[in-house]
């Protein structure tokens, strides 16, 4: 299995990538691929990360810009981020998550917040952070990894994509 970009090529297999994934999670609201498409089509995909088995795109994961009500720069949110059902439970998503997390800091990054589940996130370094917080979302779920022990805070707002 490789990680690698999104290419031209991926765009019909990560759309119904996501959409399977996400189609009985409990948390979904059916719209993540949608998202993927808005996000791309407004230039805001800043890492869009494939892995590949056998030719095939097994998994995705999307990062991009997000606002800290403060004024801070250069911090990204992390989702969506799907996994072939049948391939769950292989590393898929935890090597789509740390290549992404390590693209983005070399990209100099201030850091990454996402919406998500700590016991699995918490691995990667995620955690909740009452400096950066999202408006009516339980701060236990929504969490950040800084690649700088000095940062600002405040209300986090994902790019408009993520709302139509």
Not at 3 to 31: M, N, V, W
Not at 92 to 111: C, N, T, Y
Request: with cysteine; glycine share 14%.
């Amino acid at each position: 299995m490789i990680i690698r970009p999104e290419q031209a090529g991926d765009i019909d297999a990560i759309r119904t990538l996501t959409e399977t994934a996400f189609k009985t999670a409990p948390h979904a609201d059916g719209t993540e691929h949608i998202i993927i498409d808005r996000l791309r089509a407004a230039g805001a995909l800043t890492l869009s990360l494939v892995a590949e088995a056998d030719g095939v795109v097994v998994g995705h994961v999307a990062f991009s810009p997000v606002m800290v009500s403060d004024g801070s720069t250069d911090w990204y949110g992390l989702g969506p981020i799907s996994v072939d059902p049948t391939r769950q439970g292989e590393g898929i998503g935890s090597k789509l998550v740390r290549e992404g997390l390590s693209q983005l800091k070399a990209l100099g990054a201030s850091g990454c917040v996402l919406l998500g589940n700590p016991a699995y996130y918490g691995r990667f370094g995620f955690a909740p952070d009452p400096k950066l917080t999202l408006d009516g979302v339980p701060p236990e779920y929504f969490m950040r990894v800084a690649f700088s022990p000095v940062y600002g805070g405040g209300t986090v707002s994902y790019h408009p994509g993520f709302y139509g």
